[in-house]
């Protein structure tokens, strides 16, 4: 994978420091997320008179997913294409693909709440319980449907071109 500015620490090397890379994806697409999360579940808050609960309001919990990840990622997707200097000259055309693609993936990630609950039946309570089996796999599970069904990532595999190059798939010239 091509982590920029950081494979220089595991030996690799440097085509961009940030743009275009998996740490701009990873740091950019995390953060936005994160914010509209909050912003989402505190306002979701503000209008059910109590703390958003997938047990207590299941549609609106369902109604939140979608509206979070949906926000977040948008947000992700205009600050690409309106910074990125690979962008230049068709910011317009990626923020319309980049909105697009959110969308359609983002209404595959409906079922994030009820993997916890699931989990629960078949392995048990402790197992669902826990921040592995309540946070970390159902955001696993709805960033691969989310990515898989609406992000057509570089072409080549979801590789960029120096990660071609970095896994020996492309000859240099």
């Known amino acids: 994978m091509d982590y920029g500015y950081f494979n220089q620490f595991i030996g690799r090397p440097i085509d961009q420091p940030f ?47 979608f509206f979070f990840i949906f926000g977040g990622v948008a947000i992700y997707c205009a600050g690409d294409a309106a910074l990125n200097p690979a962008h230049e000259g068709r ?15 983002s209404c595959t990630a409906w079922f994030e709440p009820y993997v ?16 592995a089996g309540s946070a970390l796999l159902p955001a696993t599970l709805a960033y691969s449907t989310v990515k898989g069904v609406g992000w057509y990532d570089w072409g080549n595999s979801g590789l960029n071109d120096h990660e071609m190059k970095l896994n020996g798939l492309v000859n240099e010239q």
């Open 19 to 65: 743009w275009g890379t998996r740490t701009q994806h990873i740091v950019g697409v995390a953060g936005c997320l994160a914010v509209t999360d909050h912003a989402s579940q505190h306002l979701f808050g503000k209008y059910l008179g109590r703390p958003l609960c997938f047990a207590k309001s299941p549609a609106a919990f369902v109604a939140h997913t």
């Open 91 to 105: 910011r317009n055309e990626e923020l319309k693909s980049g909105l697009y693609s959110t969308y359609i993936g």
């Open 116 to 131: 916890a609950p699931v989990l629960a039946t078949v392995a048990g309570s402790g197992v669902a319980s826990t921040w």
